[in-house]
């Protein structure tokens, strides 16, 4: 299912139009963008969490050369799924 996809689904389940739906999806999507750049975790009961994970700097090698090379550390985005929407992919 790609956005625009998405957005039909949500007009459709909502009985809202296609336009309400589409700005809704795109604040709620900022809004979750937002928390995490804050460093907030967002948990919605049922379905998941959304967290900030964080990378520490480590050392790599390149592949081609062989030569050593510093990975900055970083931070990512993680999902982890909540008990009933585990519960709905294993029925």
Do not use: C, W
Not at 23 to 50: N, Q, W, Y
Not at 79 to 84: E, L, N, R, V
């Amino acid at each position: 299912m790609n956005k625009s996809e998405l957005i039909d689904s949500i007009a459709t389940k909502a009985g809202i139009t296609r336009a309400a739906a589409g700005t809704a999806l795109e604040a709620t999507l900022a809004s979750i963008s937002e928390a995490l750049v804050a460093g907030d975790a967002i948990a919605l009961v049922g379905f998941g969490t959304f967290k900030v994970s964080e990378r520490a700097a480590r050392t790599g090698k390149n592949p081609a050369t062989g030569a050593t090379l510093e990975i900055a550390a970083s931070k990512s985005a993680k999902f982890t799924p909540g008990k009933s929407l585990k519960d709905a992919l294993n029925a």
